[in-house]
């Protein structure tokens, strides 16, 4: 669900109004004049959201969540032991479903910087003690807490808000994010943009509308040249403690926990979740849906294609742990080395 001080929803949709602009035939136990509040991933239902299946894994929740409307795969429809007034079946549901929020969200932004707009906009809050240094643009309704630093052409969008002390370096960019207290973002760091995503169509590709947020939570330090993508249904968060080093990218709706350390380079993939106080070497690579649990460790350069439980140490490509990766290195030197005296 968006949050509506960043994105601006269509306001009064019915699934018969949805019916019409997707051109699907409605069955005749749908009711058409539910009302579609917002739109949310399958994960996170919420009461009066539009959401999509795909797969007969997520059936369930169509009985669990009666309140929530859904677009479901054509092929899925025996599945369902009766006619539903909630549910509105799609020969092609990702890209109808795609659609609904471009239907949803026709001009997704609140009101962009305006023209002439002075550099720190009038209808921004700012707190006691703030430095603003030379070219900051603040957005409006955007909130700046007390003692906060912002440095030399950091750009804060409109209702973006930083928390108490919290040090915003020369360069950044923040957009679509609620930023806690005492967090420390360096020089270049990009945060809240769209993330990367697309449904594939036969007539080329059809942009996701991203109507998600960056939540960072408390004491969080981010380096230089961070890159943060902003959920497309859900949020993005990192919570409190969490370090990142230079260099990484952090695709939209993945969930960090606390006090992790992720090291210069890491890739990670959307909707990737990590659990509190884990370490990820430099340059790994995380596939999208992967959950790695708490106080996991894995070694630089690693790619992680699968879950991967609490308290796991792991390495090597694909990762497997680290005893695994050890002994597997040792039988490839040896067998090397055999080849080299033949």
Not at 49 to 59: A, G, P, R
Not at 71 to 92: C, G, H, I, M, Q
Not at 222 to 237: Q, W
């Amino acid at each position: 669900m968006s949050d509506s001080r960043f994105f601006i929803k269509k306001e009064g949709v019915t699934l018969g109004d949805l019916c019409r602009y997707l051109d699907l035939a409605p069955s005749s136990s749908l009711d058409q004049s539910l009302k579609i509040d917002d739109v949310c991933s399958i994960e996170e239902p919420k009461e009066g959201c539009l959401s999509f299946i795909k797969t007969k894994k997520n059936l369930s929740v169509v009985e669990e969540w009666p309140s929530m409307i859904f677009l479901v795969d054509e092929a899925l429809a025996l599945e369902l032991t009766s006619s539903l007034p909630n549910v509105l079946f799609s020969k092609r549901v990702e890209i109808d479903f795609t659609r609904s929020i471009q239907y949803l969200y026709p001009h997704p932004f609140v009101k962009a910087f305006a023209s002439g707009m002075p550099s720190v906009s009038l209808q921004a809050k700012i707190g006691q003690n703030v430095t603003i240094s030379p070219g900051v643009v603040i957005g409006e309704g955007a909130e700046i807490g007390d003692g906060v630093f912002l440095g030399p052409n950091v750009v804060i969008g409109p209702n973006v808000v930083i928390g108490k002390h919290s040090e915003i370096h020369a360069g950044v960019a923040i957009q679509c994010a609620l930023i806690g207290s005492h967090v420390v973002i360096h020089q270049n760091a990009a945060i809240g943009q769209a993330g990367f995503g697309f449904t594939v169509t036969p007539e080329g590709f059809l942009d996701i509308p991203q109507i998600g947020r960056v939540i960072i939570e408390d004491n969080v330090h981010i380096g230089a040249c961070c890159t943060i993508d902003r959920g497309g249904l859900r949020d993005t968060i990192i919570r409190s403690m969490t370090r990142l080093d230079n260099l990484i990218q952090i695709g939209h709706n993945v969930q960090i926990g606390r006090g992790c350390v992720l090291v210069a380079q890491v890739g990670i993939a959307g909707s990737t979740v990590i659990g509190d106080f884990s370490m990820i070497g430099g340059q790994v690579g995380i596939a999208d849906h992967v959950t790695i649990g708490k106080n996991v460790k894995i070694a630089s350069k690693s790619g992680v294609m699968r879950d991967i439980p609490d308290g796991s140490v792991m390495g090597g490509i694909p990762c497997v742990p680290i005893h695994q990766w050890h002994r597997t290195s040792v039988i490839l030197h040896k067998l090397t080395q055999k080849q080299d005296k033949k």
